[in-house]
C-alpha cells in the first residue's frame, strides 16, 4: 500500500529558509507524478510544485525563484528547498502523488492526486 510521510516542517522568521520531507514507502514513486500541496486556515489546498518523473517541474507563480524541489532515489524522497520564506507561505505542507505512472504529466489540480501524506506545519513570522 503506498503511504506518504512528510516532515521537516517548522517555524521561521521571514526571509528564513526550510526544506521539508516527503518519504514514499510501498510503491516505486519514481515512476509516478510528484507534487506539494499546502492550506492555510480558512483557504483551499493550493498547489506548490509538481514533478513528473522525467524530472521537469511546474511551480506556482507564488513560490516561483524561492522554492525548489528534488528527488533523492536512494532514499525514496521527495524534498521541499523554500528560501525567502514570507507570512503568506504560513500553511500545512502535504505531499502527494498520482496514482498513475507518466514520465510527463504534471498538475498543481488537488483532485488529480491520489495519495496524500498527513502533512507538516510550516509557520513564518514577520
Known amino acids: 500500500q503506498a503511504r506518504l510521510a512528510e516532515s521537516w516542517g517548522g517555524s521561521v522568521q521571514a526571509g528564513g529558509s526550510l526544506r521539508l520531507s516527503c518519504v514514499a514507502t510501498?510503491?516505486?514513486?519514481?515512476?509516478?507524478?510528484m507534487a506539494w500541496f499546502r492550506q492555510a486556515p480558512g483557504k483551499e489546498r493550493e498547489g506548490v510544485v509538481s514533478?513528473?518523473?522525467?524530472?521537469?517541474?511546474m511551480f506556482a507563480d507564488s513560490v516561483k525563484g524561492r522554492f525548489t524541489i528534488s528527488k533523492d532515489s536512494a532514499r525514496n524522497a521527495v524534498y521541499l528547498q523554500m528560501d525567502n520564506l514570507e507570512p503568506d507561505d504560513t500553511a500545512m505542507y502535504y505531499c502527494?502523488?498520482?496514482?498513475?505512472?507518466?514520465?510527463?504529466?504534471?498538475?498543481?489540480?488537488?483532485?488529480?492526486?491520489?495519495?496524500w501524506g498527513q502533512g507538516t506545519q510550516v509557520t513564518v513570522s514577520s
Open positions: 502527494a502523488s498520482s496514482g498513475v505512472r507518466s514520465d510527463w504529466w504534471r498538475s498543481l489540480t488537488r483532485s488529480e492526486y491520489e495519495y
Open positions: 510501498g510503491y516505486m514513486y519514481l515512476t509516478y507524478t
Open positions: 514533478i513528473p518523473a522525467d524530472g521537469t517541474k
